[in-house]
């Protein structure tokens, strides 16, 4: 039985800057192999060429077999290429364009797959809540939306919860007025470590950041510190 492990960071990594690539480390722990194979899927951001850049820079240093997937160029065999990887990182971007690519490739199911053969899957924002049932994102110009995402951990989950003003008073709203039961809220450098779809644990690679479950509890808003 392999263990599953989901790594869902809120924010921060190395495509802002590389810096001691604490949470890249941690991510690589997490395969018991000498040189990790790591495939980056930059899809929510147009596979940026920058991105994928600081991608290679980061995970190079770390002494890993680095790879990516391109979907706007032409794409390889998504299958063989997924299933050989011992971790998968999903880049940041428009979540909603993202999901719709990746549906048309049929990438979703081979994610699904590789997740339960224990191949690692992480990200960031995008990357963070498309493994979730639904995720909040501002995909969307004028305003955060909640949408439905891939479905592999059954929670709503919100990035950037303590790096972008307006994402605590719209999880506030939709908890408060029974929109949904609860909300996985992740802060900036700080990463939910999911371990075989139930256990739930906060990663700092900050300075005191943390992950909350925000519900209502007897008419009382109630944010927890997971």
């Not at 493994?131 to 995402?149: P, Q, V, Y």
């Not at 891939?150 to 908890?175: Q, S, T, W």
Request: aromatic share 10%; with cysteine; proline share 1%.
């Amino acid at each position: 039985m392999h263990s599953k492990n989901i790594v869902a960071i809120g924010g921060g990594g190395f495509g802002r800057s590389l810096g001691s690539l604490e949470i890249e480390k941690y991510i690589i722990s997490l395969t018991s192999k000498k040189r990790s194979k790591v495939c980056f899927i930059p899809t929510a951001s147009g596979d940026s060429s920058l991105y994928k850049l600081n991608f290679y820079r980061a995970f190079s240093q770390l002494d890993c077999i680095t790879s990516h997937i391109d979907f706007f160029s032409r794409t390889e065999n998504l299958e063989e290429k997924v299933l050989n990887q011992d971790i998968i990182y999903v880049g940041g971007g428009n979540t909603k364009s993202m999901l719709a690519v990746w549906k048309e490739w049929n990438l979703h199911e081979i994610l699904q797959n590789a997740y339960e053969k224990g191949i690692v899957m992480s990200g960031v924002s995008a990357g963070a809540i498309c493994w979730f049932n639904k995720g909040i994102t501002d995909s969307f110009a004028k305003e955060l939306t909640i949408m439905n995402c891939l479905g592999m951990i059954n929670d709503i989950a919100c990035p950037h919860f303590d790096e972008e003003k307006e994402r605590e008073p719209y999880v506030n709203n939709l908890v408060k007025r029974e929109i949904i039961k609860s909300c996985i809220c992740i802060e900036g450098n700080c990463a939910l470590h999911i371990r075989n779809d139930f256990e739930y644990s906060s990663i700092d690679f900050g300075n005191g950041k943390n992950c909350y479950r925000v519900s209502k509890q007897d008419n009382n808003l109630k944010k927890e510190t997971l």
